[in-house]
Protein backbone atom coordinates (compact mmCIF):
# COMPACT_ATOMS: atom_id res chain seq x y z
CA UNK A 1 0.00 0.00 0.00
CA UNK A 2 2.98 2.46 1.12
CA UNK A 3 4.64 1.49 -2.27
CA UNK A 4 2.02 3.82 -3.89
CA UNK A 5 2.11 6.72 -1.70
CA UNK A 6 3.76 9.81 -3.68
CA UNK A 7 7.09 11.01 -1.79
CA UNK A 8 5.06 13.86 0.27
CA UNK A 9 2.62 11.48 1.20
CA UNK A 10 5.10 9.31 2.78
CA UNK A 11 6.86 12.68 4.58
CA UNK A 12 3.42 13.47 5.64
CA UNK A 13 3.01 10.19 7.49
CA UNK A 14 6.08 9.85 8.99
CA UNK A 15 6.90 13.12 10.10
CA UNK A 16 6.49 12.85 14.35
CA UNK A 17 3.41 14.39 15.21
CA UNK A 18 3.74 17.28 17.21
CA UNK A 19 7.10 18.59 15.88
CA UNK A 20 6.67 21.65 18.09
CA UNK A 21 4.76 23.40 21.01
CA UNK A 22 5.17 26.67 22.12
CA UNK A 23 3.23 29.87 22.85
CA UNK A 24 2.28 32.83 20.40
CA UNK A 25 0.81 36.07 20.55
CA UNK A 26 -1.80 37.88 19.14
CA UNK A 27 0.37 40.64 16.52
CA UNK A 28 -2.88 41.56 13.98
CA UNK A 29 -6.39 41.31 13.99
CA UNK A 30 -8.40 41.64 10.23
CA UNK A 31 -11.82 41.42 9.22
CA UNK A 32 -11.54 39.82 6.27
CA UNK A 33 -15.38 39.02 5.68
CA UNK A 34 -18.57 39.43 8.23
CA UNK A 35 -17.80 35.93 9.32
CA UNK A 36 -14.33 35.65 9.11
CA UNK A 37 -11.68 36.75 11.57
CA UNK A 38 -8.18 36.77 10.33
CA UNK A 39 -5.60 36.81 13.30
CA UNK A 40 -1.46 37.05 12.98
CA UNK A 41 0.66 35.46 16.08
CA UNK A 42 3.98 36.31 16.45
CA UNK A 43 6.56 34.49 18.90
CA UNK A 44 9.83 33.21 18.49
CA UNK A 45 8.10 29.64 19.29
CA UNK A 46 7.28 29.95 16.00
CA UNK A 47 10.59 29.88 14.45
CA UNK A 48 11.07 25.82 14.09
CA UNK A 49 7.54 25.54 12.62
CA UNK A 50 7.65 23.71 9.51
CA UNK A 51 5.32 24.41 6.96
CA UNK A 52 5.83 21.89 4.27
CA UNK A 53 2.71 21.22 2.65
CA UNK A 54 -0.36 23.96 1.96
CA UNK A 55 -3.17 24.13 4.68
CA UNK A 56 -0.93 21.93 7.44
CA UNK A 57 -2.91 21.84 11.11
CA UNK A 58 -2.34 23.72 14.25
CA UNK A 59 -4.00 22.51 17.14
CA UNK A 60 -4.49 26.40 19.60
CA UNK A 61 -5.16 25.99 23.41
CA UNK A 62 -6.58 28.88 25.52
CA UNK A 63 -5.53 29.61 29.23
CA UNK A 64 -8.54 28.56 32.05
CA UNK A 65 -10.01 31.21 32.73
CA UNK A 66 -8.63 33.46 34.86
CA UNK A 67 -4.75 32.71 33.67
CA UNK A 68 -2.55 34.66 30.95
CA UNK A 69 -1.21 32.07 29.61
CA UNK A 70 -1.64 28.21 28.59
CA UNK A 71 -0.10 25.27 29.71
CA UNK A 72 1.66 23.46 27.01
CA UNK A 73 1.87 19.56 26.41
CA UNK A 74 5.18 18.37 28.05
CA UNK A 75 5.50 14.96 26.22
CA UNK A 76 4.32 14.69 22.80
CA UNK A 77 0.76 15.35 23.17
CA UNK A 78 0.30 14.74 26.74
CA UNK A 79 -0.84 17.42 29.14
CA UNK A 80 0.98 16.81 32.71
CA UNK A 81 -1.51 15.21 35.82
CA UNK A 82 -2.09 18.34 36.95
CA UNK A 83 -2.54 20.74 34.47
CA UNK A 84 -5.50 23.13 34.39
CA UNK A 85 -8.58 22.07 32.47
CA UNK A 86 -8.06 23.97 28.56
CA UNK A 87 -10.14 24.52 25.32
CA UNK A 88 -7.78 23.27 22.50
CA UNK A 89 -8.95 23.24 18.83
CA UNK A 90 -7.75 22.47 15.89
CA UNK A 91 -6.83 25.22 12.94
CA UNK A 92 -5.16 25.40 9.81
CA UNK A 93 -1.63 27.32 8.40
CA UNK A 94 -3.20 29.81 6.18
CA UNK A 95 0.20 31.45 6.01
CA UNK A 96 3.14 31.33 7.52
CA UNK A 97 6.46 33.46 6.98
CA UNK A 98 9.44 32.24 8.83
CA UNK A 99 11.91 35.08 8.41
CA UNK A 100 10.09 37.97 8.40
CA UNK A 101 11.41 41.58 9.88
CA UNK A 102 8.89 40.89 12.53
CA UNK A 103 9.81 37.75 13.04
CA UNK A 104 8.58 34.56 12.19
CA UNK A 105 4.43 34.99 11.62
CA UNK A 106 1.65 32.30 11.68
CA UNK A 107 -1.63 33.67 10.41
CA UNK A 108 -5.17 31.80 11.24
CA UNK A 109 -8.42 33.20 9.63
CA UNK A 110 -11.37 31.97 12.38
CA UNK A 111 -14.88 31.49 11.32
CA UNK A 112 -17.19 33.82 13.79
CA UNK A 113 -19.93 31.28 14.12
CA UNK A 114 -21.47 33.25 17.08
CA UNK A 115 -21.25 33.13 20.76
CA UNK A 116 -21.91 29.38 21.49
CA UNK A 117 -18.47 28.19 20.72
CA UNK A 118 -15.02 29.49 22.52
CA UNK A 119 -12.73 30.35 19.92
CA UNK A 120 -15.24 31.96 17.78
CA UNK A 121 -15.97 34.48 20.84
CA UNK A 122 -12.58 34.86 21.59
CA UNK A 123 -11.82 35.26 17.56
CA UNK A 124 -14.27 38.60 17.65
CA UNK A 125 -12.83 40.15 20.55
CA UNK A 126 -9.21 38.71 20.06
CA UNK A 127 -6.71 41.46 21.70
CA UNK A 128 -3.03 42.03 21.00
CA UNK A 129 -0.92 40.52 23.12
CA UNK A 130 -3.23 37.68 24.17
CA UNK A 131 -0.83 34.53 24.21
CA UNK A 132 -2.44 31.52 23.24
CA UNK A 133 -0.47 27.80 23.34
CA UNK A 134 0.21 25.59 20.17
CA UNK A 135 1.01 22.08 19.17
CA UNK A 136 1.31 20.24 15.82
CA UNK A 137 1.60 21.59 12.81
CA UNK A 138 0.35 18.20 11.43
CA UNK A 139 0.07 17.68 7.12
CA UNK A 140 -3.50 17.20 6.30
CA UNK A 141 -3.62 17.76 2.32
CA UNK A 142 -0.79 16.99 0.21
CA UNK A 143 0.14 17.58 -3.45
CA UNK A 144 0.14 14.71 -5.96
CA UNK A 145 2.24 15.47 -8.70
CA UNK A 146 0.80 12.76 -10.58
CA UNK A 147 -2.68 13.35 -10.55
CA UNK A 148 -4.35 14.99 -13.60
CA UNK A 149 -6.86 17.40 -11.63
CA UNK A 150 -7.57 18.31 -8.54
CA UNK A 151 -11.14 18.48 -6.63
CA UNK A 152 -11.18 20.84 -2.88
CA UNK A 153 -14.47 20.62 -1.91
CA UNK A 154 -15.27 22.81 1.73
CA UNK A 155 -17.42 24.87 4.24
CA UNK A 156 -15.62 28.18 5.77
CA UNK A 157 -13.86 26.05 7.84
CA UNK A 158 -12.21 24.29 5.27
CA UNK A 159 -11.70 27.61 3.10
CA UNK A 160 -8.38 28.32 4.75
CA UNK A 161 -6.79 25.05 3.29
CA UNK A 162 -8.08 25.49 0.67
CA UNK A 163 -7.05 29.01 -0.22
CA UNK A 164 -3.28 28.21 1.22
CA UNK A 165 -3.61 24.49 -1.72
CA UNK A 166 -4.91 27.38 -3.97
CA UNK A 167 -1.55 29.30 -3.75
CA UNK A 168 0.66 26.34 -4.25
CA UNK A 169 -0.88 24.21 -6.88
CA UNK A 170 1.08 24.36 -10.33
CA UNK A 171 0.55 27.11 -12.81
CA UNK A 172 -2.40 25.54 -15.39
CA UNK A 173 -2.92 22.38 -13.03
CA UNK A 174 -6.97 21.60 -13.68
CA UNK A 175 -8.74 22.65 -10.49
CA UNK A 176 -12.34 22.32 -9.55
CA UNK A 177 -13.21 24.08 -6.14
CA UNK A 178 -16.71 23.88 -4.37
CA UNK A 179 -16.91 26.82 -1.38
CA UNK A 180 -20.38 26.94 1.02
CA UNK A 181 -20.70 30.28 2.48
CA UNK A 182 -23.37 31.72 4.57
CA UNK A 183 -23.86 34.47 1.81
CA UNK A 184 -22.45 36.57 -1.34
CA UNK A 185 -20.78 38.64 1.24
CA UNK A 186 -18.63 35.85 2.67
CA UNK A 187 -16.60 35.40 -0.69
CA UNK A 188 -12.62 36.17 -0.56
CA UNK A 189 -9.88 36.65 -3.44
CA UNK A 190 -8.78 33.83 -4.42
CA UNK A 191 -5.51 34.26 -6.37
CA UNK A 192 -3.87 30.93 -8.05
CA UNK A 193 -2.01 30.08 -10.92
CA UNK A 194 -4.00 26.90 -11.47
CA UNK A 195 -6.19 26.74 -14.16
CA UNK A 196 -9.00 27.18 -11.90
CA UNK A 197 -13.31 26.79 -11.99
CA UNK A 198 -14.33 28.06 -8.79
CA UNK A 199 -17.98 27.70 -7.52
CA UNK A 200 -19.29 29.93 -4.51
CA UNK A 201 -22.16 28.11 -2.54
CA UNK A 202 -24.51 30.54 -1.09
CA UNK A 203 -26.39 28.94 1.69
CA UNK A 204 -28.13 32.08 2.19
CA UNK A 205 -30.73 31.23 5.06
CA UNK A 206 -30.36 27.75 5.55
CA UNK A 207 -28.30 26.90 8.63
CA UNK A 208 -24.35 25.67 8.76
CA UNK A 209 -24.63 22.37 8.93
CA UNK A 210 -27.70 21.59 7.55
CA UNK A 211 -27.57 22.83 4.23
CA UNK A 212 -27.41 19.80 1.56
CA UNK A 213 -26.33 23.22 -1.14
CA UNK A 214 -22.42 21.84 -0.97
CA UNK A 215 -23.03 18.29 -2.01
CA UNK A 216 -26.27 19.55 -4.45
CA UNK A 217 -23.45 21.56 -6.63
CA UNK A 218 -21.21 18.77 -6.25
CA UNK A 219 -23.49 16.39 -8.06
CA UNK A 220 -24.67 18.71 -10.44
CA UNK A 221 -20.68 19.18 -11.81
CA UNK A 222 -19.15 17.27 -14.74
CA UNK A 223 -15.46 16.59 -14.06
CA UNK A 224 -12.54 16.52 -15.85
CA UNK A 225 -11.12 13.13 -17.27
CA UNK A 226 -8.59 11.59 -15.85
CA UNK A 227 -7.07 11.04 -11.95
CA UNK A 228 -7.95 13.37 -9.26
CA UNK A 229 -6.37 14.55 -6.05
CA UNK A 230 -9.28 14.71 -3.75
CA UNK A 231 -9.78 17.24 -0.75
CA UNK A 232 -13.02 17.81 1.38
CA UNK A 233 -13.47 19.47 4.61
CA UNK A 234 -16.63 20.85 6.42
CA UNK A 235 -19.29 19.88 8.71
CA UNK A 236 -19.18 15.92 9.76
CA UNK A 237 -22.26 14.53 8.32
CA UNK A 238 -21.94 17.25 5.08
CA UNK A 239 -18.52 15.61 4.49
CA UNK A 240 -20.03 11.67 5.07
CA UNK A 241 -22.49 12.25 2.54
CA UNK A 242 -20.11 14.54 0.28
CA UNK A 243 -17.36 11.13 0.71
CA UNK A 244 -19.48 8.61 -0.11
CA UNK A 245 -21.27 10.64 -3.72
CA UNK A 246 -17.21 11.08 -4.69
CA UNK A 247 -16.06 7.41 -3.78
CA UNK A 248 -19.43 5.31 -4.62
CA UNK A 249 -20.92 7.08 -7.58
CA UNK A 250 -18.17 9.10 -9.11
CA UNK A 251 -15.35 6.19 -8.35
CA UNK A 252 -12.79 8.62 -7.10
CA UNK A 253 -10.45 7.32 -4.54
CA UNK A 254 -10.39 8.88 -1.09
CA UNK A 255 -7.86 8.16 1.23
CA UNK A 256 -8.37 8.75 4.59
CA UNK A 257 -6.92 12.15 5.49
CA UNK A 258 -8.81 13.22 2.07
CA UNK A 259 -12.47 13.52 3.53
CA UNK A 260 -12.32 15.21 7.05
CA UNK A 261 -15.17 16.30 9.38
CA UNK A 262 -13.54 19.46 10.79
CA UNK A 263 -16.54 20.32 13.22
CA UNK A 264 -20.24 18.62 14.55
CA UNK A 265 -23.43 20.22 14.21
CA UNK A 266 -25.13 19.66 17.58
CA UNK A 267 -27.57 17.57 16.11
CA UNK A 268 -25.31 14.77 14.36
CA UNK A 269 -25.05 11.33 15.78
CA UNK A 270 -21.98 10.67 18.03
CA UNK A 271 -21.01 7.73 15.31
CA UNK A 272 -20.30 10.49 12.60
CA UNK A 273 -16.46 11.27 12.94
CA UNK A 274 -14.54 14.29 12.88
CA UNK A 275 -11.10 14.91 12.54
C1 LIG B 1 -8.06 19.92 10.91
C2 LIG B 1 -9.01 21.05 11.21
C3 LIG B 1 -8.73 22.33 10.73
C4 LIG B 1 -9.64 23.39 10.99
N1 LIG B 1 -9.34 24.64 10.53
C5 LIG B 1 -10.17 25.68 10.81
C6 LIG B 1 -9.87 27.02 10.39
O1 LIG B 1 -8.82 27.28 9.80
N2 LIG B 1 -10.76 28.00 10.71
C7 LIG B 1 -11.92 27.74 11.41
O2 LIG B 1 -12.68 28.68 11.68
N3 LIG B 1 -12.23 26.49 11.81
C8 LIG B 1 -11.39 25.46 11.55
N4 LIG B 1 -11.68 24.21 11.98
C9 LIG B 1 -12.97 24.01 12.68
C10 LIG B 1 -12.90 24.41 14.16
O3 LIG B 1 -11.93 23.63 14.83
C11 LIG B 1 -14.30 24.14 14.76
O4 LIG B 1 -15.27 24.95 14.15
C12 LIG B 1 -14.33 24.29 16.28
O5 LIG B 1 -15.44 23.54 16.74
C13 LIG B 1 -14.49 25.74 16.77
O6 LIG B 1 -14.41 25.72 18.19
P1 LIG B 1 -15.34 26.58 19.16
O7 LIG B 1 -14.69 26.60 20.49
O8 LIG B 1 -15.63 27.91 18.51
O9 LIG B 1 -16.72 25.79 19.21
P2 LIG B 1 -17.01 24.39 19.92
O10 LIG B 1 -16.90 24.50 21.40
O11 LIG B 1 -16.18 23.32 19.28
O12 LIG B 1 -18.53 24.14 19.52
C14 LIG B 1 -19.60 24.86 20.14
C15 LIG B 1 -20.83 24.82 19.24
O13 LIG B 1 -20.51 25.51 18.02
C16 LIG B 1 -20.86 24.73 16.89
N5 LIG B 1 -19.88 25.02 15.83
C17 LIG B 1 -18.57 24.74 15.83
N6 LIG B 1 -17.99 25.16 14.68
C18 LIG B 1 -18.97 25.74 13.95
C19 LIG B 1 -19.00 26.37 12.66
N7 LIG B 1 -17.89 26.51 11.90
N8 LIG B 1 -20.18 26.84 12.23
C20 LIG B 1 -21.32 26.73 12.97
N9 LIG B 1 -21.35 26.14 14.19
C21 LIG B 1 -20.18 25.65 14.68
C22 LIG B 1 -20.80 23.28 17.39
O14 LIG B 1 -21.69 22.48 16.66
C23 LIG B 1 -21.23 23.39 18.83
O15 LIG B 1 -22.65 23.33 18.94
C24 LIG B 1 -10.81 23.15 11.73
C25 LIG B 1 -11.07 21.85 12.23
C26 LIG B 1 -10.18 20.82 11.96
C27 LIG B 1 -10.50 19.44 12.50
Given at each position: ????????????????????????????????????????????????????????????????????????????????????????????????????????????????????????????????????????????????????????????????????????????????????????????????????????????????G????????????????????????GES?A????????????????????????W?H??????????
Amino acid sequence: MSASLSPAALRAKERPSPLTTGHITVAGIERVTPGVQRITFAGEDLARLPDEEPGEIITLIWPEDGADRPELPVNGWRFAPDAPDQHWRNYTVRDYVADGPDGPLLTVDFVLHGDHGRCSRWATGAQPGEVLGFAGPRIHFYGEPTADWTLLVGDETGLPSIAATLDRLPPGHPTLVFVEIADAGERQEMASEADLVLEWVTRDGEPAGRSRRLEEAVRAASFPRGTAKVWVAGESLAVRGLREHLRDERGLAIGPQQAIGYWKHRDTPDDVEEA
